[in-house]
């Protein structure tokens, strides 16, 4: 996908599940925390997220950490043989503060520790201190939106699974329990919305933005235009396609953001570094229209969108592995100093 704006025509580039031994004193796994250099995580290929899910019988939602590279890499491979892509990235000492806050964005509460053959449950809380959502929340901008990067990680890792049938009706009803719980997740949301004011002469005026503003939009194979939406502020700081562009930042709620769609475009984007989820104006027509029959609509197309995806995945496999490998410390990298506005 390549990264451009209304009015502007160059563009930039841009299971077999684990039983874990159950343990009461960490404290000895902890100071080995403290002192790695290296740990490996399973990443989804499909959210370019870690891999998250929940277990049955604690309800946790968790991700899986190793020492050994190739521990991670027999873990994730017998996960991709159910149709479930993982890889293995590789997080450092100096990517580590960034990489547990984003777990906590993702709405992660649990580590699954493999060191050696030993296996042990770690709250996320015991290895990196949990940051004050209360705080976050009355912050103008979304901080971290836990409720929506899980609900639509879950669906997403759900939906777009290869190699699924769509007579399947136990999948299918899983899935529709997975979208609906992530509408009511996104219906509670704002998203932030990014526009350039770097070309704007003087001083800039919300209520008569002027043919200077720009759009950030992007387009993909089919040159279909989706304008990007972001659940939270490090989800824009992986995408800023410009770290020198005059940006403002506004706080939209869910149910106001079609006045926003520009004309052009096809429909939003929320997280296109992250788990590029689409929108297309029909869709949140239906979703803002509360119509009783809204949710089979939605997972249809949302299907449709999933097989060509997949498609388009299945050429462009290394290059996906790539950018996830390289995801995990490009906060660390982008300016963070943006412009707030309602």
């Known amino acids: 996908m390549s990264h451009r704006y209304f009015g502007d025509t160059i563009s930039s580039k841009s299971e077999e599940r684990t039983q874990p031994q159950m343990t009461v004193d960490n404290s000895f796994t902890m100071k080995k925390f403290q002192s790695m250099e290296i740990i490996y995580v399973t990443f989804s290929q499909i959210t370019k997220l870690p891999y998250v899910e929940c277990d049955p019988e604690t309800f946790d939602d968790q991700v899986y950490m190793f020492t050994e590279e190739e521990a991670a890499k027999e873990f ?15 997080v450092l000492r100096k990517q580590m503060p960034n990489f547990y806050m984003g777990l906590y964005a993702e709405g992660v509460n649990m ?29 103008h901008l979304p901080v971290l939106n836990p409720g929506v990067q899980l609900t639509v990680v879950y669906f997403l890792q759900e939906l777009r699974k290869p190699n699924q049938r769509r007579d399947d009706a136990e999948r299918m009803q899983h899935l529709r329990e997975l979208e609906e719980e992530m509408l009511v997740n996104l219906m509670r949301s704002k998203f932030i919305l990014a526009i350039d004011i770097s070309q704007v002469q003087g001083e800039f005026d919300p209520a008569n933005p002027g043919p200077d503003v720009r759009i950030p939009y992007i387009k993909n194979q089919n040159e279909d235009i989706f304008q990007p939406l972001f659940s939270d502020i490090g989800e824009f ?6 770290p020198q562009a005059k940006l403002r930042l506004a706080a939209i709620p869910f149910q106001h953001l079609l006045p926003y769609l520009m004309k052009q475009a096809k429909g939003f984007v929320i997280n296109p570094s992250g788990f590029n989820l689409l929108l297309t104006r029909e869709q949140l027509q239906r979703i803002m229209g ?3 029959q809204s949710v089979r ?17 299945n050429a462009q496999n290394n290059a996906a592995n790539d950018e996830v490998k390289e995801h995990v410390d490009e906060t660390e990298n982008t300016a963070a100093e943006t412009d707030n506005e309602e």
């Open 297 to 313: 609509p939605n997972l249809e197309a949302m299907m449709a969108q999933a097989a060509a995806a997949q498609a388009q995945k």
């Open 111 to 139: 580590v699954i520790f493999h060191e050696g053959d030993q296996t042990r449950r770690i709250e996320l809380e015991q290895i990196f201190p949990k940051p004050d959502m209360e705080k976050m929340n009355k912050q």
């Open 237 to 242: 700081q992986k995408f800023r396609p410009d």
């Open 290 to 292: 509360a119509q009783a």
């Open 76 to 90: 994730a491979k017998s996960y991709v043989e159910k149709n479930t892509p993982l890889l293995t990235v590789k």
